[in-house]
Structure formats: C-alpha cells, structure tokens
C-alpha cells in the first residue's frame, strides 16, 4: 500500500467518532492538502507527519479512554438543606478552583454518618470527586457551626399521584414550535427535566445520557417506538432558547436531527409556567440572582412515564432509577410486550 493510500485507509477505517472534532478536521485538513499538492509535496510530507498525527492520535485516545477516572477538587461552603432520603447535601458553595464558579448545588454524599451529624447553616470543607458518570463529596470536615436561627430542613416533596391527569402544559420546542403536552395523546410520554449548563455529570447529563439509551432501545422495537415520544423540559428557558437547546440535543446525543426530533424533543416553558409546572412534576428549582446568565440554579431531578390518556403513570425522583427500569414500565403503559 501506497503511503497516500495508508494515509486514506487510516482516515476511512478509524473510528473517528472517538476524536474530538478540531482533531478530526485536522487530519482531514492535512490529507486533503497531501493529495492537492502533488507527488513532490506528498513525498517530502507523507513519510512524517501521518505517523506523528496518528501517534499524537493514539496517545490522545489512550488518556481519553482511561476508565472512569477521578478528578479531585478542593471545594468549601454553606449547608443550605439536607436530602437524608436521596443522600444529598445542598450546599451554598464557594468557588471551585478549574471547575466551576460560585454557586448552590446539590452534591453527593455517599457516607451516611456524615448526613447523620451536619447541620443546616454550618461550613465544611471537602473533596468533591468527579468522575465521567458521578460525582460526590469525600472527607466533609465542619469548619464552622449554624447560626442559633438557622432555617429548618426543607419539607419532603409532594409527590404526585399516579393517576393524576396531567394539565396540558404548553412548551416551545428546539426547533421555535409551539407543543402542548395535549397534542401527544395516544402515545406514552417519557418526560425528564433538565438545563443546558448543568456542570453535574450524574444530574442533567445522567438524564440525557440515560434517555439516549431509551431512544436507542426502543428504535430496536419498532411496536415500542410507535407508542413512545420522550421530552427534556429545561428549567432555564431564559438561557436555553430553541437554538440552545438544539445545539445540545445534537451535541450530546450524537443522534442526526433528522432521527432525533420526530421523537424526542427538547422544550422550554414560559418562565410565568415554570412554577405550576414544576409544582406538579414535584421539581425543585431555586434561581439565584433571578436566574440570569449570571445567576445558578439548584434543583432536584423529576422524570416521568404519562400515559397514552394523558395521565400520570409513574413518577422517579433523583437519579437512581435505570434506562432498563423505565423502558420495562413504559412497554407496560403502552401495552407492548
């Protein structure tokens, strides 16, 4: 095989879904120039910088793929309500260093005596450890105890009943169209809720990873995908306008639009519906600073099955549930076998 010919091969053989795009169009760039230029250029060029970019390639996948690894940051700040039942502690935190800017969010707690012995109003330190698919706090250490008037633990959830109608909530969708969720009648809805900006690997991104994975099973069961449409409401509708949420539905599930929309759609509410919405799906979303691009919101996370009559069929708070879970109960709310 010819070096150009090599050079080709590697380019149609690789799997180049594994490379970042500014790589990919590097190497595009630099095999379009090669066969351009003539044999003189491919001569002089062909024998070096193919191996080098393939190499530089290799190493840059190698440290890629490295299983799950741990990234830990320094992290401190404010209890602001503990989640004893979802083993969570909400923290008002300061900045963390190459990670993320001040804000209030939700983190992971997986020792249960440390849920056990905090307080609302008190100030830790921790390591926050973030991994591709989690993230949670290690080695919590109270540097400071709640004022005497510290607020009290948040009330548990009202959590809707199956069974419930669902009111026919209004949405414009990644594409500037206005849907209600009245229109999908006859099918089972899967509907989670999510915003663009999440920087929480097991919270927005879990979601999406996770109906990916539904919306990819379920094409294998053309009975299923005729009965199904999945919806990723975003609770900042402020920031995610119809091109936000475009961009990100494309950019994070690798589905071509063409396959995506027709069944899975990405909405933002008015800002007047969030609340009634977020009411009834059981959401809790605090905006600071009004929730401008400045501003960060802490949530939990709601996911739901709607059946084909509009009603609730089941309900999942946090992130605990699975994509098997939800298929199997949506089969079973569309009377697929």
Request: with cysteine.
């Amino acid at each position: 095989m010819t070096s150009t010919r090599w050079w080709t091969a590697f380019l149609v053989t690789s799997d180049l879904l594994s490379f970042p795009q500014i790589v990919i169009e590097q190497f595009a760039e630099k095999r379009n120039s090669m066969l351009a230029n003539g044999p003189s250029t491919r001569r002089s060029n062909i024998s070096h910088t193919p191996a080098v970019l393939l190499i530089c390639a290799v190493a840059f996948l190698a440290a890629c793929h490295r299983p799950n690894a741990q990234q830990r940051y320094p992290m401190t700040g404010e209890i602001i309500a503990i989640d004893r039942s979802a083993r969570q502690l909400i923290v008002r935190n300061d900045d963390i260093p190459n990670f993320m800017k001040a804000m209030t969010m939700p983190f992971a707690v997986k020792d249960h005596v440390v849920l056990e012995r905090v307080q609302i109003g008190q100030r830790i330190k921790a390591t926050l450890i973030v991994t591709d698919t989690e993230s949670w706090l290690e080695g919590v250490q109270i540097t400071a105890q709640a004022p005497a008037d510290a607020s009290p633990p948040h009330s548990e959830l009202q959590i809707p009943a199956e069974g419930t109608p669902v009111p026919d909530f209004a949405f414009t969708n990644q594409d500037g169209k206005r849907v209600h969720l009245g229109q999908y009648k006859g099918k089972v809805l899967l509907l989670t809720f999510i915003y663009t900006r999440c920087p929480m690997p097991d919270f927005c991104p879990r979601m999406t990873y996770n109906f990916r994975e539904i919306e990819n099973s379920l094409k294998q069961d053309s009975g299923a995908y005729a009965r199904t449409h999945l919806l990723s409401v975003t609770f900042d509708p402020e920031f995610d306008a119809p091109k936000v949420l475009r961009h990100y539905a494309l950019s994070t599930t690798a589905i071509p639009a063409a396959d995506l929309f027709p069944h899975w759609e990405f909405l933002a509410p008015r800002s007047q519906d969030l609340d009634a919405i977020a009411h009834f799906f059981a959401l809790s979303v605090w905006k600071e600073n009004g929730g401008k691009e400045n501003g960060q919101i802490t949530h939990s996370l709601s996911t739901a099955i709607i059946d084909s009559n509009g009603k609730l069929y089941r309900w999942y708070h946090g992130n605990t549930w699975t994509p098997e879970e939800m298929m199997r109960e949506a089969r079973a709310a569309a009377a697929v076998n």
